[in-house]
Structure formats: structure tokens, C-alpha cells
């Protein structure tokens, strides 16, 4: 290399500085003979110290108290699934007869692993000082609870699609599995009340049929209380403990078999399972994107769900969404008319500054003036991006997941490069420890055909 060049000017040529960042980049890159994401089959080594604060979050943060969590050495984990056993319905032959050949169906998949870090900081003073409780030591234990919560979040809302620093949770990997392995129920705006406990049999039965047996329900807070309505009249309270504590939702047993749990651990209402409602800006004012400079919309065509009694007038708003937050909302200037069959066009034009990943859709009801999340596109890079609506999602529902947990090898995991960990850091011009809080890792939803989803549910508080 030219530094080391005693014949150079000491000077590196342009190609050797781009070796050498790229040997200090881990990247995605999978191509031994190219790298040209970085080295990505280099595992990483940090030393650190681990504070462990999950179980103090047990109620909040139900997948990850309970995930299976599996270490893995590189920044792109790849699996081989096994998705068949082979065809078992010609297998009989005659005496003597020659037996066919079958084979297992193999797939390989890869896991891309996403980075959370936090920086927190104690000036020397209050580090030195005598507290109720340590000031560092509370500082570490704030930030760990901070990064545990972003990765339960992203459990259920991470979309690399539309943030590409977050990793799919489990709605994303449902929503873009093979169409042969989704097993989605679309409730179309009606309560689970109204319809029935038949649901937990529909989705049992699908996922049953792909090999899957149903056994931990997650939901939004707010949709617990129909669910208790559609049990009220069996409902009976059971001394768990010497504390006399009670389970107020029974597991309900489906018709195919499986027993699926509303509660206890790793099941029922999640703190930060969200449903679809008014979005707001959020995030560092300074980082995050500006709002879309015009949305423009335009209902045409036919094919789309847009029924007989779903024509009227529609509002939209759009927001612009990256990695440091969400912008303040842009709306289209007036109600879009939809008929039925319709599909509306929204042209997104981004705003000036910094660049959006993606874009938050938001929709009133017919007729409506409210607008709320309805679904997210990513940015197309172009002058501008192009959502179709075809009354396929809903603005201001909820959903629901279904789990398979018991399966030789486990449906779902939490891969960890770095388990949760401080990481000190040098102070600059100040009296201060700084530090940041990591954890290095991703969901791996490995098999979608073991669970399920129903979406588009109506809740209190909703648009249906």
C-alpha cells in the first residue's frame, strides 16, 4: 500500500483506500471471490458488558422474554429449511415392483442482521455523586429497557422494505411469504365479536393443513376486551398461585386440535403491538424526511374490492418515513370519488432535503374526514412513487397474530451477533462517561406456513 511505500509521495491511489474501507465494512456482501458489500462472513468481537433486564419486562415485551434466542457469527444469516419430505401420494408399487425416487424440498434463506444502539451518557458529577441508586449504573439498565422495547417493536412493525436499518417482524414476513405458505384472514372492518369464535377454528384449520398447529394468539391491548366478550359466558376464575392470582381468558381449545392461548406467558396483549390509528410526526426534526411536496390522487379501472357500498369519497394523507422518524402528513387536496371496482392512483412527490425510505399511506372511511394508517410503500428512488389502493388494507383496524411454537426445530427465533451489551466510548471535551447500548440481531421468522394472520379488524376507537 502507498503509506507504506517508501517510493510513494505517502499518499494511498484512490483503489487501495477503497480496499481498505471496504476490508472495514461488514456490509451484506455473501460473494467470497467479490465482497463488494463488505466482508459479511467475519464475525465480529466486541467486548462488553452485558445487563440483563428482560425479565424485569416480562409483561411488556412478550417475544422477546420468550423467543428462543440464537447466536450466530455473521452479519448475513443463512439457514437451509427443509419445506417437503417428498411426495407420499405414489409410493405403492407391485410385488417386486421398482420404487421411485422422492426427495426432500430444501431452501435455503438468508437473514440480513440489523443494528440498535442507543448513546447515553453520566457527566462525572453526578457519576461521583451519592444517589438513591447508581447514576451510571441506572443509566445502563434505562438504555437496555430502551433497546429490548425497539426490538419488540420491530417484532411486530419492523419492515427493511420501507426502513431498511429495521428487520421484518412478523407481519412483514407473513404479508411477503410465498403465496402458497400465507395463511391471511381479512376480517374486511368487522369486530372479532361479531364474528365469532369461528375465526380461531378458520385460522387453526389453515395453518393445520400446512403442517402447523396453532398455539399462542398476540394482539394490540385494545382488542382484549372482545375477545374476554366472546368468552364472558364460560369464563371461570382459576387460583393460579399461593398469591391467588386468576386467569381471566381461558385457552380455547380449536376443532382441528390445537389449544391456543390468549394469555400468560409469551401470549395475549402486547404493549407495543400497535394498531393502525392517526399518525404523527415523530423523530428528529433535523434527520428524519420532509413531507411529501404534492400527493396527487385519481380513481379509475376495475378489479379492486372496492364494492357497491364502498363507492363515495375517500381522503388520503401521505407521510414521509426513514430511520430518524416520520414527517408531518401531505394531503391530497381534495376527497378522491371512488365507484366500485375502482383502484386509486396516489403520485407521491418527495420533498426537498432529506431523502424518505419510505412513505405512510393514510385513508379516511366513506365518506369520512379522518384519516388514518392504512399501509406503507417504499420509496421508488424515481422523481416519484405510485401507491395503487385497492381496498385490500384498511385504515384504522387492528390485527392479529397465530404462532406455532412446538416443532422440532422452532418456527421462530431471535438471531443475536450481539446479545445486548454496553459498549464505553472515549469523551470529548467534556466531564461525562459516555457509552452506547447494542444489540446486534433479527427476528428470523423461518417458517410463515406455521402461522397466521388476521387483519383488517375493527376496534374501538377505529375508523370501522
Do not use: W
Not at 441508586?133 to 411486530?156: D, W
Request: charged share 20%.
Amino acid at each position: 500500500m502507498g503509506f507504506f511505500d517508501s517510493t510513494s509521495s505517502g499518499e494511498m491511489a484512490t483503489s487501495e483506500v477503497n480496499e481498505l474501507q471496504k476490508a472495514l465494512v461488514a456490509g451484506y456482501g455473501t460473494d467470497s471471490a467479490q465482497f463488494t458489500g463488505g466482508r459479511a462472513l467475519i464475525p465480529e468481537n466486541l467486548e462488553s458488558e452485558v445487563v440483563n433486564v428482560v425479565s424485569q419486562l416480562k409483561e411488556d415485551c412478550k417475544v422477546m422474554n420468550t423467543v428462543k434466542k440464537t447466536p450466530v457469527k455473521s452479519t448475513v444469516h443463512e439457514l437451509n429449511l427443509r419445506t417437503g419430505h417428498g411426495d407420499y401420494r405414489f409410493l405403492t408399487v407391485r410385488e417386486g415392483g421398482q420404487s421411485l425416487e422422492t426427495d426432500q424440498s430444501l431452501e435455503r434463506k438468508p437473514f440480513n442482521m440489523k443494528y440498535m444502539q442507543t448513546r447515553r451518557s453520566v457527566t462525572k458529577q453526578m457519576e461521583v455523586s451519592e444517589t438513591f441508586e447508581g447514576a451510571l449504573a441506572s443509566e445502563k439498565i434505562a438504555g437496555v429497557e430502551t433497546i429490548v422495547k425497539s426490538a419488540e417493536y420491530q417484532c411486530f412493525h419492523g419492515d427493511s422494505a420501507i426502513v431498511p436499518t429495521e428487520f421484518d417482524g412478523f407481519i412483514a414476513s407473513i404479508n411477503r411469504a410465498k403465496a402458497e405458505d400465507q395463511n391471511i384472514i381479512s376480517l374486511r372492518g368487522k369486530s372479532i365479536g361479531s364474528v365469532g369464535e369461528v375465526l380461531f377454528d378458520n385460522i387453526a384449520q389453515m395453518v393445520f393443513e400446512k403442517g402447523g398447529s396453532l398455539e399462542t394468539a398476540l394482539f394490540p391491548p385494545v382488542l382484549a376486551k372482545d375477545i374476554k366478550g366472546l368468552f364472558k359466558d364460560r369464563i371461570r376464575f382459576t387460583v393460579m398461585d399461593s398469591q391467588a392470582s386468576m386467569q381471566a381468558l381461558p385457552s380455547y381449545p380449536t376443532a382441528i386440535g390445537s389449544t391456543i392461548k390468549f394469555t400468560g406467558e409469551g401470549a395475549g396483549a402486547d404493549k407495543f403491538y400497535h394498531v393502525k390509528g392517526i399518525v404523527r410526526a415523530a423523530g428528529d426534526p433535523l434527520k428524519r424526511p420532509a413531507a411529501p411536496a404534492t400527493v396527487t390522487g385519481a380513481a379509475s379501472g376495475t378489479g379492486s374490492l372496492f364494492e357497491t357500498g364502498d363507492a363515495g369519497d375517500y381522503r388520503y394523507t401521505v407521510h414521509a418515513v426513514n430511520s430518524y422518524g416520520i414527517s408531518a402528513g401531505t394531503a391530497v387536496s381534495a376527497a378522491v370519488v371512488v365507484g366500485a371496482g375502482n383502484k386509486v392512483t396516489l403520485t407521491i412527490t418527495p420533498g426537498a432535503g432529506v431523502q424518505a425510505t419510505g412513505f405512510i399511506i393514510c385513508r379516511s372511511k366513506k365518506d369520512g374526514t379522518e384519516v388514518m394508517e392504512m399501509d406503507s410503500v417504499a420509496n421508488s428512488g424515481a422523481a416519484t412513487t405510485i401507491y395503487v389502493d385497492e381496498n385490500k388494507e384498511l385504515p384504522g383496524t387492528a390485527s392479529m397474530l397465530f404462532l406455532t411454537e412446538k416443532r422440532i426445530q422452532p418456527v421462530y427465533t431471535f438471531a443475536q451477533l450481539l446479545p445486548v451489551c454496553t459498549y464505553p466510548l472515549a469523551p470529548i471535551n467534556t466531564a461525562e462517561t459516555p457509552f452506547l447500548v447494542m444489540l446486534f440481531g433479527a427476528l428470523e421468522l423461518r417458517a410463515p406456513k406455521f402461522c397466521g394472520l388476521v387483519k383488517n379488524i375493527a376496534y374501538t376507537g377505529g375508523l370501522y
